[in-house]
């Protein structure tokens, strides 16, 4: 099994990023996915999700209405549009598959948000 985050990078506050997280090994489209953050010193905490089948996306407050979650069934890949961005976005983003008990991470993509 194989998830590969990908289109971390440096942008300026207000700017936008797309994140991708292609996945292996694992049926994709029967899978329910999210993304997760981990800024320095602070724990991992919850970003947005989307459900296998019924593409239902959910997010916290302090990205919603700034983050869009996607998934291409046909391309193995989930992606997280981000607009607006903020320092206070700054971390380590990583993308999770979940299907009854099992869970798969990424290896994680770096965005850092400054001016």
Request: aromatic residues 14%; glycine residues 12%.
């Amino acid at each position: 099994v194989q998830l590969v985050e990908s289109g971390g990078g440096l942008v300026q506050p207000g700017g936008s990023l797309r994140l991708s997280c292609v996945v292996s090994g694992v049926p994709f489209s029967r899978y329910d996915m999210s993304w997760y953050r981990q800024a320095p010193g602070k724990e991992r905490e919850f970003v947005a999700a989307i459900q296998s089948y019924g593409y239902i996306p959910n997010y916290p407050n302090s990205v919603k209405g700034r983050f869009t979650i996607s998934r291409d069934n046909a391309k193995n890949t989930l992606y997280l549009q981000m607009n607006n961005l903020k320092p206070e976005d700054t971390a380590v983003y990583y993308c999770k598959g979940s299907r009854g008990k099992y869970d798969y991470w990424g290896q994680g993509t770096q965005v850092t948000v400054s001016s």
